[in-house]
């Protein structure tokens, strides 16, 4: 069974620097697409970005990118010039290619943004 | 606009009775699901389906009943056999292969 973990179960940063939020992951596929989602105050559960496994480029959006490590096994976050808007837990998600049942989630980190 | 609506946000249960949460989506997902959200733990599932009138017990479904009469609606049931029922529970859609999920907002169940 496919399992994802985070290890900082809190983390946090100064406005306008930069984090970086692990998550590895465990799986014997080689097709998959990993996630991660903010959750804020309202826990709203929000899209950040997303990687599938068979493309090598890391993807990006604004000011969130991953360093995806396929043979490591590792998809960390990293938040480039962080606003306090960006406070929240982040969970790193899992989903196979082969059997779409379910999004398999980290435990979430804690992110807190100081001004 | 698309999206999925939870209600109700907030929901107190008594000991010994069932409760019935709704989540209805106008996103055209085939698939639904239901998570349950603790502390400390992450997201579970609880109960999943893939098209109407089907769907499969997640990690934690003892104590949860489900329907899909409707590809539009997807309403858990919390039975009284659930020993710890207080949590926050999101419902969930999704296009398939690859794609993540949409979520609602939730609904915080306690009981009192």
């Known amino acids: 069974a496919q399992t994802v973990t985070q290890s900082q179960p809190e983390m946090s940063v100064q406005e306008a620097e930069t984090v970086t939020l692990s998550c590895t992951y465990d799986t014997s596929e080689s097709d998959y697409y990993l996630f991660w989602y903010k959750q804020p105050p309202s826990r709203q559960m929000i899209l950040v970005i997303r990687q599938e496994a068979y493309k090598q480029q890391n993807a990006t959006e604004n000011r969130f990118s991953v360093n995806f490590q396929k043979a490591a096994k590792s998809f960390s976050l990293k938040i480039s010039d962080s606003q306090l808007g960006d406070a929240a837990m982040y969970f790193c998600?899992?989903?196979?290619?082969?059997?779409?049942?379910?999004?398999?989630f980290g435990t979430g980190t804690r992110l807190q943004v100081f001004p | 606009d698309g999206g999925i609506t939870q209600s109700p946000k907030y929901l107190f249960r008594k000991e010994g009775q069932n409760v019935t949460l709704s989540c209805e989506q106008n996103l055209n997902h085939d698939a639904m699901y239901w998570y349950r959200q603790d502390p400390g733990q992450g997201l579970r599932l609880i109960y999943y389906s893939q098209i109407v009138n089907d769907f499969q017990k997640g990690d934690i479904a003892e104590g949860y009943s489900v329907s899909r009469e409707k590809k539009e609606s997807f309403p858990l049931t919390v039975t009284s056999a659930q020993k710890n029922p207080t949590a926050f529970y999101l419902c969930?859609?999704?296009?398939?292969?690859?794609?993540?999920?949409?979520f609602g907002s939730g609904t915080r169940l306690t009981v009192v």
């Open positions: 998600a899992y989903r196979s290619s082969y059997n779409t049942d379910k999004l398999i």
């Open positions: 969930a859609s999704a296009r398939p292969l690859g794609y993540g999920y949409t």
